[in-house]
């Protein structure tokens, strides 16, 4: 994104919904129309093919349980990939207006809910409890 004069902060930060006066849309939405251009070319579902063949090798490679966190999870098929493949979803809700959840990730089903308050022992205790 740095090449249309974004940078992380700029697409992360506090920022990323305020119109850019060059291109006339804000970065988060620059960054949604990179996406969808690219889900439109090569397909919604080839990032998650490259996602599950990576997690794939990684786990071949190691002698213990491969753990990754993905922090935005958007759509049903990214959720469905990440519970074929052992992961749990877990909801963060930060109650202000620092996150900027899409209107369509509360319909995604999580198998935990948290306010944010607890640490990550807390939930990683939560999720070991839950398997018993």
């Known amino acids: 994104m740095a090449i249309y004069g974004f940078d992380r ?3 992360e930060g506090p920022d990323r919904d305020t119109e850019d006066p060059l291109w006339g ?24 093919m490259v996602f599950e063949r990576r997690f794939v090798m990684m786990s071949e490679r ?6 990754i ?6 759509r049903e098929s990214e959720a469905e990939l990440i519970r ?8 963060v809700d930060m109650g202000s207006n620092e996150v900027r959840p899409a209107a369509h990730c ?14 990550i022992d807390d939930l990683l205790a939560l999720m070991r409890d839950s398997e018993h």
Request: aromatic share 2%; glycine share 10%.
């Open 106 to 119: 509360a319909e995604l089903e999580c198998d935990f809910a948290t306010c944010g308050g607890e640490s």
């Open 62 to 67: 190691s002698d213990s349980a491969v753990r």
């Open 84 to 91: 074929r493949l052992g992961g749990v979803l877990v909801r």
């Open 25 to 48: 849309i804000s970065p988060a939405d620059a960054v949604e129309a990179i996406r969808a251009d690219t889900g439109a070319r090569i397909g919604e579902d080839a990032r998650l």
């Open 69 to 74: 966190v993905v922090d935005d999870v958007r």
């Open 9 to 11: 902060d700029s697409i």
